[in-house]
């Protein structure tokens, strides 16, 4: 099993500079992980860097609350894609899973993914701040939605990826869709024990320290 095809390398910060992506894109170089994932703002600086070699460009859209408008998000992605981006983190609306419009969770996502079209779709449910059974109706709508993947988190939110909702959501989602861990995973023993779970990516900021072995106070 190589654990760095499992790594979305991440940094979302607000100040992030140009530097530090480009930072990414180097560590990302190195240790081949799956993708960058960054802001929009930086994705075609992103590309051009990583263009020539099997490393996605990952980016996020409604980040980091989901409560934007449908019209906004399919604006967002179109973009991303335009300027390299091949992979499309979207956050869920929440606002409309608690105000139980399920017909407006799965429009949200549905049309998203008919832009992103071939590239991979990953949707975000921010599971800290849904109840278990909400969680469970989120990954049936995004999986009737077309989504690729179920992400658990944003890392900005009071808590990130857990078992217990990672578990939720493989019960949850058809053969068609995988998982994505992320929002504190920090070192190699977490990351196993979420692939030993089934999930088939995991979001960190703390790649590079992942890959060595060593302990990382890192966040996104």
């Not at 019209?71 to 608690?98: C, P, S």
Request: charged fraction near 20%.
């Amino acid at each position: 099993m190589k654990i760095n095809t499992y790594i979305d390398h991440t940094l979302l910060k607000a100040d992030a500079t140009l530097a530090q992506i480009q930072q990414l894109c180097e560590e990302a170089k190195t240790y081949q992980f799956a993708s960058v994932c960054i802001p929009s703002y930086f994705v075609a600086d992103a590309y051009k860097i990583l263009r020539q070699t099997n490393v996605k460009v990952c980016t996020v859209v409604g980040f980091p609350l989901g409560n934007s408008s449908t019209e906004t998000k399919v604006r967002e992605a179109q973009i991303a894609i335009e300027n390299g981006a091949e992979e499309i983190d979207m956050v869920i609306n929440q606002a409309a899973i608690k105000s139980n419009k399920w017909d407006d969770v799965q429009s949200d996502i549905s049309q998203v993914k008919v832009v992103t079209g071939n590239y991979i779709l990953k949707v975000i449910l921010e599971t800290c701040n849904l109840t278990d059974e909400e969680i469970a109706r989120a990954c049936q709508e995004a999986d009737r939605a077309g989504a690729d993947f179920v992400k658990t988190s944003t890392g900005f939110a009071s808590d990130g990826a857990t078992v217990e909702a990672v578990q939720i959501m493989k019960a949850n989602i058809s053969a068609n869709v995988k998982i994505k861990a992320s929002g504190g995973i920090r070192d190699l023993e977490t990351v196993q024990k979420y692939i030993d779970l089934g999930v088939s990516r995991i979001g960190a900021s703390s790649g590079v320290a992942i890959m060595e072995g060593t302990a990382s106070n890192s966040s996104y």
